[in-house]
């Protein structure tokens, strides 16, 4: 069964501390992983990372993904408030054309 | 360009009745998922539509619920004489091709009461 696993589960760091997500996986056609930021309402798309060994960066967030070991992170410098979510992680099948998603990863981000 | 529109964006129906809940994709995506979250957990893919074709929906229920992407109008996910357990959050995704990102919609919270 396809399955992809994030951890922490829960992580709780004050302002301009920098954090690191985990996702893992275990699939059987990897095509790309995909990370996610869900606040209250819909996941808004952050990064697809289809190669490995390739950062993919955007302001302060960045990811990469090692598709020998499978698995991605990504890191967040300088936190803010704002960055307070659940972090979606979700891997897309070759063939099976859908997105197996984690558990997310819920950041608190305290003042 | 709007993005993937969900509604209705809650709906409260009492056990046996019917909820219909409906996505419109964003422009010139032709690719929709659904997805249900129910409270503290990751997203479970529910189906993956095309424009009148289901390609994949194995992580539908095989009772009560059914879901359609006609050529004209939104995707309809349908869920028939609800149950206090299909109280979630269901989001719809769209992309223009298979192989990229997907856009997700505000959600429907669906309350069975």
């Known amino acids: 069964e396809d399955k992809v696993v994030q951890s922490p589960l829960s992580l709780v760091v004050h302002e301009g501390d920098t954090v690191t997500l985990n996702c893992s996986y275990e699939?059987?056609?990897?095509?790309?992983l995909l990370w996610y930021k869900q606040e209250k309402k819909a996941p808004t798309f952050l990064f697809m990372l289809?190669?490995?060994?390739i950062e993919k960066k955007s302001g302060r967030l960045s990811s990469i993904l090692d598709k020998k070991e499978l698995f991605s992170i990504l890191n967040i410098t300088a936190t803010q408030t704002g960055d307070s979510a659940v972090y979606l992680c979700?891997?897309?099948?070759?063939?099976?054309?859908?997105?197996?998603f984690g558990q997310g990863t819920r950041l608190t981000i305290n003042p | 360009n709007a993005g993937v529109m969900q509604n209705p964006r809650h709906l409260v129906r009492r056990r046996g009745q019917e909820a219909r809940l409906r996505c419109s994709p964003m422009?010139?995506?032709?690719?929709v998922y659904w997805y249900r979250q129910l409270p503290e957990e990751g997203l479970k893919f529910m189906v993956y539509l095309q424009k009148e074709n289901i390609i994949d929906e194995s992580g539908m229920p095989k009772e009560r619920f059914s879901a359609e992407f006609p050529k004209e109008g939104p995707s309809i996910l349908r869920i028939q004489q609800v149950v206090r357990g299909d109280s979630a959050a269901y989001f719809c995704a769209s992309c223009s091709m298979a192989n990229t990102e997907a856009f997700f919609g505000q959600g429907t919270r669906l309350t069975v009461v």
């Open positions: 979700a891997v897309a099948i070759q063939g099976a054309q859908k997105l197996v």
């Open positions: 422009k010139g995506h032709s690719h």
């Open positions: 699939v059987t056609n990897f095509r790309s």
């Open positions: 289809t190669s490995s060994g």
